[in-house]
């Protein structure tokens, strides 16, 4: 129900800006054509009034595919259905229900030991490892992960705030610096979607673009027609 429900928000939020924005442009066009001696004005002013909706429609459907395309792809999960889920390693990877600050280790492969200490609490991302924080019933935990070499290390486990605070120091992380697990959810979907965007963004500026084309290659067809017909009416008379 959750997904059903989130889908059906996203659509009427897109639907709403659609028409409103469609409204807008359709009056702008009006005011723009209405004292030109033109032919098919109520062209302009309908292909002024479907721009919004097909640059919006074609962002949607094609965020929507672009979506399912890195959740199935990338493992990482966008939220969608109050699911969140982003890996660590190939074996391990952060995950959250309903809230995304209430965040998790979970484990893809069974062969491999379970490191969810808790709930996630803070992240420390460098260029070669992802140092997490977790606690648990006034207990805390560091676990460090290595995406390239596909590793995991406990560097700290299960102790109390004040050997955690310790710790922190003696690794020089500091809180300041750390990421919560929303913004690290965030981060790899940025970086899951860098491919992805600039090709949804391409077609749905071509999709509307398209439609005025056509408009102007049809006016212009038409005016031109309807010139010769003057000018053989005219050589007829």
């Excluded at 199935?72 to 259905?81: L, N, P, Q, R």
């Excluded at 949804?200 to 102007?216: A, E, K, M, Y």
């Amino acid at each position: 129900m959750a997904i059903i429900f989130s889908f059906f928000l996203l659509f009427v939020i897109a639907l709403i800006a659609a028409v409103v924005l469609g409204i807008i442009c359709a009056v702008v066009a009006w005011l723009i054509v209405r004292k030109r001696i033109m032919r098919f004005k109520w062209l302009v002013v309908l292909s002024a009034a479907l721009t919004p909706s097909l640059f919006i429609g074609s962002e949607f459907v094609l965020g929507m595919i672009g979506n399912f395309y890195v959740s199935a792809k990338k493992d990482v999960d966008w939220g969608f259905g109050d699911y969140w889920e982003a890996p660590l390693t190939q074996s391990y990877y952060l995950y959250a229900i309903d809230l995304p600050e209430a965040a998790y280790i979970g484990n893809r492969e069974k062969s491999k030991p379970s490191l969810n200490k808790g709930i996630v609490r803070d992240l420390w991302v460098s260029e070669d490892s992802i140092v997490v924080a977790c606690s648990a019933a006034e207990t805390y935990s560091l676990v460090a992960f290595y995406p390239q070499e596909d590793r995991d290390e406990i560097l700290l486990n299960q102790v109390d705030s004040l050997q955690f605070i310790d710790a922190l120091k003696q690794r020089n992380l500091e809180r300041n610096a750390a990421m919560g697990p929303n913004g690290y959810f965030n981060k790899k979907q940025a970086e899951a979607h860098r491919e992805e965007e600039p090709i949804r963004h391409t077609i749905s500026f071509l999709i509307p673009l398209g439609l005025w084309v056509l408009l102007i290659w049809y006016v212009r067809r038409h005016s031109k027609n309807s010139l010769n017909q003057n000018t053989e009416q005219k050589s007829n008379l």
